[in-house]
């Protein structure tokens, strides 16, 4: 999801926002034809409602610095750390019985739903300072790589605001216009959030219950394989490895295919098992290598990065082993 695709960055711009004036952009007067045409939005309201809209300049200069460009010995630090870590047990022990119960509805283990929750925003604890309306109307009109995605996510959050009751103006989230506690962008949360709580209502804001169910909702809708492996060690001595790296956000080989070509994978896995070899750099000057599973790639599906699919396996399984809550069949550690 877009929501961790961008991390904010300690350097940000600071130049100062600036009014829309809607009479200079046929993009957005479009959007509020066809918002009126097919959703039945009074035209003037949203009129109103883009006149009180700033420009966020700082969006554009946030999004072109993604952590993920980092290299892993450094994206691993912003997660990786003593505080995530202890803020991560914190939150499952206070969560644990909520965190079961979308373990058994959804087959996602609590680890895993925990450590998206953390990488995302620390536990609830940093949901994001911008106007989420104000981020999505700035990259749908500045950020021509992706203004159609921007568009797109600004007409569904509109609807969402409609459907959920949600204050538009007042809606904080990131940078990138993800929201709440997981940060869901504002299609995944009308396609995947789910009313955890079952008090009526889908609050990713507010309601921690519904940010667990929802994550795990996500996931399983993306075929999370229950009780299947994430990522294992590998021994790639006797390997030409450079040939192996996988390039995609799928797995492409198998054990067998692995091991044929010299690749040793840590545990017991059938030969016909998916898997993709990954290279992470260590420091400056070396690699490590890991397999990764099919599950390693639905984790992508919520950040297209194998960065963050990496962080979010590391950090669930330091959780987990730091409680002394580890289960063999969670698949955290397969």
């Not at 066809?34 to 959703?39: G, L, R, Y």
């Not at 929750?117 to 106007?131: A, D, H, L, Q």
Request: with cysteine.
């Amino acid at each position: 999801m877009l929501s961790g695709l961008f991390i904010a960055c300690a350097w940000l711009s600071s130049t100062p926002a600036f009014a829309l004036q809607l009479a200079e952009h046929d993009k957005i007067r479009a959007l509020i034809d066809e918002m009126v045409a097919e959703h039945g939005y009074d035209a003037g309201y949203l009129q109103s409602l883009f006149a009180r809209v700033d420009l966020q300049p700082e969006v554009i200069v946030a999004i072109t610095r993604p952590a993920e460009r980092l290299p892993w010995y450094r994206y691993k630090k912003i997660f990786l750390n003593e505080a995530r870590i202890e803020n991560g047990i914190d939150f499952w022990t206070r969560y644990k019985s909520v965190l079961r119960r979308a373990e058994l509805e959804f087959g996602v283990p609590a680890a895993i739903i925990v450590a998206i929750i953390g990488v995302e925003t620390n536990y609830g604890r940093m949901p994001g300072k911008y106007s989420v309306i104000e981020s999505l109307t700035t990259l749908s009109l500045q950020y021509p790589q992706r203004s159609g995605f921007f568009t797109s996510e600004l007409k569904n959050f509109l609807l969402l605001a409609r459907d959920e009751q949600l204050p538009p103006l007042t809606v904080k989230g990131s940078y990138a216009g993800a929201i709440g506690i997981p940060q869901f962008i504002p299609s995944s949360y009308s396609a995947y959030s789910v009313d955890f709580s079952q008090n009526g209502a889908r609050d990713l804001v507010l309601e921690v219950e519904d940010a667990i169910g929802s994550v795990a909702n996500y996931l399983h809708v993306h075929n999370w394989v229950e009780n299947g492996p994430i990522a294992s060690d590998v021994d790639v001595s006797g390997a030409h490895v450079d040939e192996l790296i996988a390039t995609g956000l799928s797995t492409a080989s198998s054990v067998e295919a692995l091991t044929r070509a010299g690749v040793k994978v840590e545990g017991n896995y059938p030969g016909a098992t998916r898997v993709n070899l990954i290279r992470l750099h260590q420091d400056e000057q070396s690699y490590q290598y890991r397999a990764v599973f099919d599950n390693f790639y639905v984790i992508t599906r919520y950040n297209t990065s194998v960065l963050y699919a990496m962080a979010v396996r590391e950090l669930g399984l330091a959780i987990a082993r730091k409680m002394r809550n580890w289960r063999m069949n969670t698949g955290v550690g397969g």
